[in-house]
């Protein structure tokens, strides 16, 4: 026991020993925020299933589907509606202006 090569083998192996146990506790740790991570996800994922499956969709939430496709519909609509009257009140602007120089000569003639 008293040989140096023989105590260093023995250094060694504990040293090796020592790492392998420290490599062990930290996989185990990690295991465990992964166990963690998967069990919150899996929690999450089952709530979000219940909540956006399409065959128990809440009725709120279909409600309000229709809603907005109705006020969709109803934009383009008014949408439609705008256009027209801008397409008007040009046309009614254009006579105006062409009604407005006659009025002046008009008037300017009468005070001659």
Same mark, same amino acid.
């Given at each position: 026991m008293d040989n140096p090569v023989v105590l260093c083998i023995i250094a060694l192996n504990v040293v090796i020993a020592l790492m392998g146990f420290y490599l062990a506790w930290r996989i185990w740790q990690v295991k465990q925020v992964l166990s963690v991570t998967v069990r919150n996800l899996t929690v999450w994922e089952r709530s979000t299933h219940r909540v956006l499956n399409p065959e128990v969709t809440p009725q709120n939430i279909l409600m309000g589907r229709?809603?907005? $496709? $109705?006020? %969709?519909?109803?934009? $383009?609509?008014?949408?439609h509606q705008i256009e027209q009257l801008q397409r008007i009140l040009g046309v009614v602007l254009v006579g105006l202006r062409l009604l407005q120089p006659k009025r002046r %000569?008009?008037?300017?003639?009468? %005070?001659?």
């Open positions: 229709n809603g907005i $496709a $109705a006020l %969709r519909s109803h934009y $383009a609509q008014l949408q %000569r008009c008037r300017r003639s009468l %005070r001659l």
